[in-house]
């Protein structure tokens, strides 16, 4: 008994040190498919223009995945001002096929990360995803994730 409750503190104690992120939110794809069509959506809302934000986008694919990147468009209306829409590639794989990502069974995680990005306008933001390669769908894509963190002041 007294092992399982260390054990159940241990666990504790590790989830604990990992910072609660700012925003996070999923979008899964339906049978594992990335249509044209299907366009994620995430909606923010910042008031503290002062602060810095790393932006994590996630990718999760499985090891079935046949190419060695996925180009996106990412779509991003500020509260006031234009919105912009930038192509993005997210690479999957090294040049000899090993996956860049961090694996874990038979799921992979990619990246792509913007660090530091101070936001000029209080309000909500809307980011949207849409996959930009010449294939209509894109199989073997689980989920796409956005996740906002505060960057801690270095004092």
């Known amino acids: 008994m007294r092992k399982l409750l260390f054990l159940v503190a241990l666990i504790g104690f590790f989830t604990s040190c990992e910072d609660a ?7 899964a794809f339906k049978n594992n498919k990335w249509d ?14 002062t602060k810095l934000y ?17 180009w996106i468009f990412l779509n991003s ?26 694996e874990t069974g038979t799921v992979v995680e990619h990246q ?7 936001l000029p306008f209080k309000g ?6 849409e ?11 689980l989920d796409i994730s956005l996740r906002v963190e505060e960057v801690k002041s270095e004092n």
Request: charged share 30%; no cysteine; net charge positive.
């Open 77 to 102: 209306t500020p509260p006031e001002g234009e919105s912009a829409r930038e192509p993005y590639e997210i690479k999957t794989t090294f040049p000899d096929g090993s996956w860049i990502g961090k």
């Open 54 to 70: 790393d932006f994590i986008l996630t990718l999760r694919t499985s090891t079935d995945y046949k190419y060695s990147n996925l």
């Open 124 to 129: 909500k933001y809307k980011f949207m995803v």
């Open 21 to 27: 992120a700012y925003y996070q939110k999923s979008f």
């Open 112 to 118: 792509l990360v913007f660090k530091r990005r101070r």
């Open 36 to 49: 044209q069509n299907v366009k994620p959506k995430f909606e923010i809302e910042f008031q503290d223009t």
């Open 131 to 141: 996959q930009a390669i010449t294939e209509k769908e894109v199989g073997d894509v």
